[in-house]
């Protein structure tokens, strides 16, 4: 029997960026996650943003094409533009 777990809550969309990647904090403004660099620093360092899956405290982490960036509950996958 199937059922999905209560995973259909989660919405998930795509974001492009301009370049080969985007450092955490910065797509986290641009996903409208944060609502400015401080923020994005407070919510990356709370363990609050995971990249595919794992927590990532560093707010340099450079995030490409395919990664996928959780945060309460909502996923953005990142395409190169």
Do not use: W, Y
């Amino acid at each position: 029997m199937h059922h999905d777990g209560g995973m259909a809550k989660s919405e998930s969309f795509h974001i492009q960026i301009r370049d080969e990647s985007i450092r955490l904090g910065q797509l986290l403004k641009l996903a409208s996650f944060a609502e400015d660099g401080f923020h994005a620093k407070q919510m990356i360092e709370d363990g609050m943003v995971t990249v595919n899956g794992e927590v990532d405290t560093r707010r340099g982490a450079q995030i490409r094409n395919g990664d996928i960036v959780r945060v309460n509950g909502e996923s953005v996958i990142v395409e190169t533009a």
